[in-house]
T-cell receptor
Framework: GAVVSQHPSRVICKSGTSVKIECRSL??????MFWYRQFPKQSLMLMAT?????????EQGVEKDKFLINHASLTLSTLTVTSAHPEDSSFYIC????????????FGSGTRLTVV | GESVGLHLPTLSVQEGDNSIINCAYS??????FIWYKQESGKGPQFIID?????DKRQGQRVTVLLNKTVKHLSLQIAATQPGDSAVYFC??????????FGPGTRLSVLP
């Protein structure tokens, strides 16, 4: 079935550095990608929606300059956490609708970011 | 705004029994609903979806029921297995757009 491959699965970085998370759609074209973060024992919270070839739409309270999203192709969307701080430590997840007649959604496997 | 919530935060069932996880939503304009499971430390896994023009949809061992009158949907898992232990989320919205996720129900399968 349709798969979104998300990398890295885990990353530890120092405060002040930047981290890039990639989500690739392997056998379908992801015109839209949703980026979520999830805190322990909580549900997914949407950060932004990226659409191929256009600027991402950010949810209220999400800093555009801190969480840079790029969706340059139909198979790749990236989230870059810039100038990371310990409070950015979280589980980041991407998701894409399968589109067409398939309906359904697929999720990346998530990235556990720890900022030290 | 939209809100989606679950009636029971935890559910324990005996292996082999059927499980029913319930969910309520508030936005009557929602026309697409999905169920996901998430195992500890892993990303969500899509289980099944249903459109608002349907009231029932079946998958492999799972059935989703939608009652638009009372804005309620449920996920039924037949012959629950240990591998079904996870947190289950419902979400509602419109296809292709963002969903509102419920807080999750933890399903524990007892041997």
């Amino acid at each position: 079935g349709a798969v979104v491959s998300q990398h890295p699965s885990r990353v530890i970085c120092k405060s002040g550095t930047s981290v890039k998370i990639e989500c690739r759609s392997l056998d379908f074209q992801a015109t839209t990608m949703f980026w979520y973060r999830q805190f322990p024992k909580q549900s997914l919270m949407l950060m932004a929606t990226s659409n191929e070839g256009s600027k991402a739409t950010y949810e209220q309270g999400v800093e555009k300059d801190k969480f840079l999203i790029n969706h340059a192709s139909l198979t790749l969307s990236t989230l870059t956490v810039t100038s990371a701080h310990p409070e950015d430590s979280s589980f980041y997840i991407c998701s894409a609708p399968l589109g067409g007649v398939a309906y359904g959604y697929t999720f990346g496997s998530g990235t556990r970011l720890t900022v030290v | 705004g939209e809100s989606v919530g679950l009636h029971l935060p935890t559910l324990s069932v005996q292996e082999g029994d059927n499980s029913i996880i319930n969910c309520a939503y508030s936005n009557s304009a929602s026309d697409y609903f999905i169920w996901y499971k998430q195992e500890s430390g892993k990303g969500p896994q899509f289980i099944i979806d249903i459109r608002s023009n349907m009231d029932k949809r079946q998958g492999q061992r799972v059935t989703v029921l939608l009652n638009k009158t009372v804005k309620h949907l449920s996920l039924q898992i037949a012959a629950t297995q240990p591998g079904d232990s996870a947190v289950y989320f419902c979400a509602g919205g419109s296809y292709g757009q963002n969903f509102v996720f419920g807080p999750g129900t933890r399903l524990s399968v007892l041997p």
